[in-house]
């Protein structure tokens, strides 16, 4: 059996998309969810968003990307109301995640946009129960990945 190690806040963290099959859950269903009211009501089919050509600004790399992700990085992310004091803060990390696509973050760097505590933070999505996929970013030998940082 393997051995846990407790991640830290200089861990990274990302959404793990094997989870969500795991668990036997649509992705696709539950990123509709976090859309704006306007953006899910173009989708409101969303079974047939296609896939659309994104460039990336900073490689000048074109990907394609799914309709649904894209209309939430590109519009519902934007919003000012997409994370508020109101929403929970398991919701704010996701959509953290899902407005920067799905690039990891550790705690310190995710306490710094949500204005939270890194400790806080680590301690919701660093123990043994995941919270939409959010899983350390872990490498091929299955260790986790962590940034140091100077103190």
Request: hydrophobic residues 35%; charged residues 30%; negative net charge.
């Amino acid at each position: 059996m393997a051995k846990w190690i407790k991640p830290d806040v200089n861990t990274e963290f990302h959404i793990d998309f094997d989870w969500w099959e795991e668990q036997e859950r649509n992705f696709r269903v539950n990123l509709l969810s976090h859309l704006c009211r306007d953006c899910q009501e173009t989708f409101k089919d969303y079974e047939e968003a296609e896939l659309i050509d994104w460039v990336d600004a900073d490689t000048g790399e074109v990907m394609q990307v799914d309709g649904l992700w894209h209309s939430l990085r590109t519009c519902c992310s934007l919003k000012p109301d997409y994370i508020n004091e109101h929403t929970p803060l398991t919701t704010a990390i996701f959509r953290t995640f899902l407005a920067n696509g799905n690039q990891p973050l550790t705690p310190r760097e995710l306490g710094e946009r949500l204005r939270r505590s890194p400790k806080t933070i680590l301690r919701l999505i660093g123990g043994f129960r995941v919270y939409d996929g959010i899983k350390p970013v872990t490498d091929k030998k299955g260790r986790m990945v962590s940034r140091r940082t100077l103190p």
